[in-house]
């Protein structure tokens, strides 16, 4: 049967020093123990270790337990699934716990007995034991957590209001004829050589403002601009 050190196992953290000795132990059951009777030493070697990581592990289950029911203190009181949660941990808690008296128990009888090697392999079986509800303990006080302390949401997108003073303006578009604004800023009686009261094509294209929209000016198509037809009239 293949076994781990004694130096090798202080070195080995609690879980997974304990899936390595369920390997080496537990992996050909009864006979592989039977096979160690010789070697008792190491037998005992491996049911202290054992029984170190059950106590660790049940130490860890504890402390999943307490903060578990910690969690529970963040709620209104009804019993709610973080409750249940934090039973769940309680009994993987009380299972790891009881687990580790049972690989104390499982070592005194490597130390002690007539079968050292058979202790070893009931203080891995212990240990195993142990070290799975541990982790059950631990899952169990997380979501107690999670759930006693979710996240928050972010809030939702506001509306922005409208700066103080702020005035909403109505913009109103008109169409004009070209030449609304003409009458203003041309010089009529400058362009009228006639003095008739009106402005020829050719009068008219002195002026670069209304020669090139002399066509759309004229509103009554006579062929002269008036002064009305420059305010934007006919």
């Known amino acids: 049967m293949t076994s781990l050190s004694t130096e090798r196992i202080s070195r080995t953290t609690p879980r997974v020093l304990a899936i390595a000795l369920i390997a080496a132990l537990g992996a050909t059951g009864t006979a592989s123990a039977q096979r160690t009777q010789a070697n008792p030493a190491r037998a005992q070697a491996q049911a202290e270790a054992a029984a170190q990581v059950a106590s660790d592990e049940a130490d860890i289950a504890r402390q999943s337990a307490q903060r578990a029911r910690d969690a529970t203190r963040s709620t209104d009181g009804t019993y709610s699934t973080v409750h249940q949660q934090a039973d769940e941990a309680q009994r993987a808690s009380n299972q790891a716990v009881n687990a580790a008296y049972e690989a104390r128990g499982a070592q005194a009888a490597a130390q002690y007995g007539a079968n050292p090697a058979f202790g070893a392999a009931d203080a891995s079986a212990a240990a195993a034991t142990a070290t799975e509800a541990s982790a059950q303990a631990q899952q169990a006080a997380d979501t107690a957590a999670q759930l006693a302390n979710p996240a928050p949401q972010p809030p939702p997108?506001?509306?922005?209001?409208?700066?103080?003073?702020?005035?909403?303006?109505?913009?109103?578009?008109?169409?004009?004829?070209?030449?609304?604004?003409?009458?203003?800023?041309?010089d009529f009686d400058a362009l009228d050589g006639n003095r008739d009261g009106h402005l020829s094509r050719a009068e008219a294209s002195a002026n670069a403002?209304?020669?090139?929209?002399?066509?759309?000016?004229?509103?009554?198509?006579?062929?002269?601009?008036?002064?009305?037809?420059?305010?934007g009239g006919k």
């Open 209 to 231: 403002m209304i020669a090139p929209d002399f066509k759309a000016i004229d509103a009554n198509h006579d062929g002269q601009l008036s002064r009305r037809e420059l305010a």
């Open 157 to 186: 997108p506001s509306a922005v209001p409208p700066m103080m003073g702020q005035s909403t303006q109505v913009v109103t578009f008109t169409s004009s004829p070209p030449n609304s604004t003409l009458a203003a800023k041309v």
